[in-house]
């Protein structure tokens, strides 16, 4: 599989700051870059995604921003609430086949 | 919509039994089904792409004959882990493809426990 590159590993941030976690890929195949968000015990859940001819996309408090010439994509959630205390996975695919997925980013927001 | 069904939850066996994981999409055909494992605080990794009616693609490292995958319909996907042992344990997630806006979705996870 192709390497998804994530970071940072763990993050903690205030209530009502802003959480972002970048990824970084090779593969210029990729056409479909997700964000997921996993509770501990459960599987994970589609949180927002990108296409590459969109350079930014919010949902919510949710936002993607993605760099296609560097190849990254980030995501950032805004006004981060002790909710979101979860581990998110940035992934990529190309056409139908399997998600590739980064090493996870433990978000814990602190009240 | 695009709703995946994972049973079971979780399961606890002995040594050198086999035990099978259901995945079933409920309101959407999967062609194409996609089996993860998951160790504690790690990532997912893919082990094997399951075809409708076809024989699954392994990834490489994960041993075809110990995790037997069958996708007889297009709703339903099971993985048959085959003579467990405890290095087996861990969390075992499916995914299938709804397509549109749903992209993949996932079922809930097994955790499986050999003892």
């Known amino acids: 599989q192709q390497q998804v590159k994530q970071s940072p590993q763990s993050l903690i941030v205030q209530k009502g700051g802003i959480s972002i976690i970048n990824c970084a890929y090779e593969?210029?195949?990729?056409?479909?870059f997700p964000w997921y968000q996993q509770f501990p015990g459960k599987g994970p859940a589609l949180l927002i995604a990108i296409r590459p001819d969109v350079s930014e996309k919010k949902e919510g408090r949710f936002t993607i921003s993605f760099n296609k010439s560097a190849k990254q994509f980030s995501l950032h959630i805004m006004d981060s609430q002790p909710g979101d205390s979860a581990t998110y996975f940035c992934a990529a695919s190309t056409g139908r086949r399997a998600l590739t997925f980064g090493s996870g980013t433990r978000l814990q927001v602190q009240p | 919509g695009a709703v995946v069904s994972q049973h079971p939850s979780w399961v606890i066996c002995k040594s050198g039994t086999s035990v099978k994981i259901e995945c079933r999409s409920l309101d959407f055909q999967a062609t194409t089904m996609f089996w993860y494992r998951q160790f504690p605080k790690q990532s997912l990794m893919l082990m094997a792409t399951?075809?409708?009616?076809?024989?699954?693609?392994?990834e490489q490292g994960v041993e075809k004959d110990k995790f037997l995958i069958n996708h007889a319909s297009l709703t339903l996907s099971t993985l048959t882990v085959t003579s467990a042992h405890p290095e087996d344990s861990s969390f075992y997630i499916c995914?299938?493809?709804?397509?549109?806006?749903?992209?993949?979705?996932f079922g809930s996870g097994t955790r499986l426990t050999v003892v």
């Open positions: 995914s299938a493809r709804a397509g549109g806006a749903w992209g993949y979705t």
């Open positions: 593969n210029t195949a990729f056409d479909y």
């Open positions: 399951s075809n409708e009616g076809s024989k699954a693609t392994y």
